[in-house]
RNA sequence: GGGGGCGUGGUGUAGCUGGCCUAACACGCGGCCCUGUCAAGGCCGAGAUCGCGGGUCCGAAUCCCGUCGCUCCCGCCA
């Protein structure tokens, strides 16, 4: 019921108990019509929608004010509430009860004739939608958003502060980071050729926060990275970003179990969490079981090991493949044993494009085994698969001869395309699970070096830290995932709080002793000075938002979020600067375009 | 960097095996009519040369080549 200078009453809040008075209403005409004599407005504001009359015999003015209105003007309108005449309430309105008879209509702002409607949800030009930002927000769909987003920080804030977490801002204005993703960068005007880098997320700051004895942190914190664009990706993104000292693993993980278990019913009660306390599982499991670091576990069809069954197979590609330490590995579609050939083929084109050589496959038919193995496949090779995978007649095996790594890659990439098109991901349901053991790192090909597979502040296994010169790849390390419905919702970890460890980590990675004490001196010396152990995570609102709010693509939960060239098409960013600022920042530019 | 999809009035689509397209339909927009509608209704009307450039052809929105833009995916995203 909040009054202001221009409005008694909000739009949407009008009600039968409000009969009799007179109000005043500020908004937007949502609809108009003109019956010759009496004409409609709907009037909305942020809360809902209200019908107000304009009847010529009452209130001429006011009358002859509402026929000139059109959608999207802005008006103020001084009335009285009304029951609605017997038979003319509109159930589908909250306000459907009653309606404003006005007396006063005044025009406080025209409008031109909106690009798309704001009053209904059909669809749009993506780019229209984006110019317009401003218009698109203004409809339902957008409004609902922002509520939703607001509605989690909220939540968030709330729930950690009984907890003793106290909210810091850090900078904006920061340092590069070595590897991680490319930084956008700030010239400084002050010091010539020297760059500021905006935070890919405030994990330094944080690690320093916990050394200054903050010991529970948290932020909803922007972060920026300078990658290409996907679907659930933005140059910049929201996290909450939370940092805790004294704590195992366990301790992490529970705090941020309770936050969400408690947050998703609250703000969007017709998701229901598929499991409470949330599964775990190693980074393996989820590997070998569904082929992905991030698995949707709404449904099943998970991935089987075949290669014993296909020890002793006559099938060329099958024999290569485990002669040289690959796997045999498939799923189990259901109910597609009838894919035609250029089904198959499609599928194949898919495995490839994924990395994989091919793809065979074994149907079980009515009639029989088909499929393009069927025939290098032995009687009791078919029925051992059959068994193993737990296929019924009806359903086609999809098999991939390769390396492990390829292996599951292709079938983890195969079983989220059969979710889709088989709907066999329940909408309304959330899977929330946590992957946890990481390896520490991988080895990177291309320029041959040890990365971080997590971050390098990581805390590798304490029993697997001797491994550090002789055997990395097969460290583990205390770093977390929070998967949400298949999508990566946050990462944290338990860091490491002594110089030792992180200067041995940082040399693992192949940082030079100088560029370690260039880049990271300040964090070494800060651990010198009584580090607490601690650990965090950061989970990502947008995402989060993404999938409560059922939303296709990260841009639908950002207010103005940029296009998937880093575009903002409303503002026209990035721009070309005026010289005398490049001159400022002693910036010359290259001549490319 | 690579691959797929799309690009027709303000918006959403149809047309796209070339000629009947002087480009259709819906919404929106403008005018008129109508005192009870609420996705109001009726009548009338304006509005696109089919992303751009080139080509093939007697003839192209429709075919070919190039290009630009948007989007999805791979790479990338500690």
């Known amino acids: 019921m909040e009054a202001s200078m221009y409005k008694t009453i909000r739009c949407g809040d009008v009600r039968a108990g409000d009969i009799g008075k007179e ?108 110019k317009y930002r401003y218009l698109d927000l203004r409809r339902e769909r957008l409004q609902k958003n922002l509520v939703l987003r607001h509605k989690i920080t909220k939540f968030m804030r709330d729930y950690l502060d009984p907890l003793g977490f106290i909210e810091v801002e850090t900078p904006i204005l920061f340092k590069t980071t070595p590897e991680g993703a490319r930084d956008y960068l700030v010239p400084s005007r002050v010091h010539p050729g020297c760059f500021y880098a905006l935070p890919q997320s405030p994990q330094q700051l944080k690690q320093l926060l916990m050394v200054a004895g903050v010991e529970r942190y948290f932020q909803i914190a922007r972060c920026f990275r300078d990658e290409d664009q996907r679907g659930d990706r933005q140059p910049e993104f929201t996290q909450l970003d939370l940092e805790m ?10 705090i941020i179990e309770g936050l969400f278990t408690e947050l998703i019913p609250a703000v969007a009660p017709h998701k229901k969490i598929q499991q409470t306390p949330f599964p775990r599982l190693t980074w393996t499991d989820a590997m070998n079981r569904y082929g992905i ?40 579609v259901p109910g597609c044993a009838a894919y035609s050939r250029k089904d198959v083929d499609d599928l194949m084109a898919f495995a490839r494009e994924q990395g994989g050589q091919g793809l065979a496959t074994v149907a079980y038919t009515g009639e029989g085994v088909k499929g393009s193995v069927a025939k290098f496949v032995a009687a009791g090779e078919a029925a051992a698969l059959k068994q193993l995978t737990g296929a019924a007649d009806g359903d086609l095996i999809l098999l991939v001869a390769d390396t492990i790594m390829t292996a599951n890659k292709v079938l983890g990439a195969l079983r989220l395309l059969f979710r889709d098109r088989l709907n066999l991901a329940d909408k309304n349901k959330i899977s929330l699970v946590w992957i946890l053991d990481f390896p520490m790192f991988h080895w990177n090909e291309e320029e041959k070096r040890w990365e971080a597979e997590h971050h390098a502040f990581t805390m590798p296994k304490e029993a697997d830290l001797p491994k550090i010169d002789t055997d990395p790849g097969s460290m583990l390390s205390d770093a977390y995932d929070l998967v949400i419905n298949g999508t990566e919702l946050g990462s944290g970890s338990i860091r490491i709080h002594r110089a030792d460890i992180q200067h041995k980590v940082f040399e693992r990675i192949g940082l030079s002793e100088e560029e370690i004490r260039g880049r990271f001196g300040h964090l070494l010396e800060a651990f010198e000075y009584g580090a607490p152990p601690h650990g965090g995570m950061a989970p990502g609102i947008d995402r989060l938002a993404m999938v409560l709010a059922d939303e296709p693509n990260i841009r639908e939960v950002i207010a103005f979020p940029k296009n998937q060239q880093a575009l903002d098409v409303m503002a026209d960013a990035p721009s070309p600067a005026d010289p005398r600022q490049l001159k400022e920042l002693h910036i010359r530019l290259l001549d490319e375009r």
């Open 23 to 130: 109000v005043t209403l500020a908004g937007w005409v949502d609809r108009w019509r003109d019956h010759g004599g009496v004409i409609f407005l709907d009037i909305r504001d942020r809360w809902g929608v209200v019908q107000v009359t304009a009847n010529p015999e009452l209130a001429a003015a006011a009358h002859e004010t509402a026929a000139r209105l059109r959608n999207e003007f802005v008006v103020q309108i001084r009335g009285i509430v009304r029951r609605r005449p017997a038979g003319m309430e509109n159930p589908n309105l909250a306000t459907g009860e009653v309606e404003v008879e006005s007396r006063e209509v005044e025009v406080l702002n025209a409008a031109l004739t909106p690009p798309f409607n704001i009053n209904e949800e059909s669809p749009v030009d993506e780019n229209v939608r984006l």
């Open 245 to 254: 000292s004294f704590v195992h693993r366990d301790d992490v993980l529970d």
């Open 293 to 332: 670091d991030k698995p949707d576990l709404r449904f099943g069809m998970e991935l089987c090991d075949a290669s014993g069954v296909f020890a002793k197979s006559e099938f060329k590609v099958f024999q290569e493949a485990l002669k040289s330490g690959g796997v045999i590995k498939c799923i189990s």
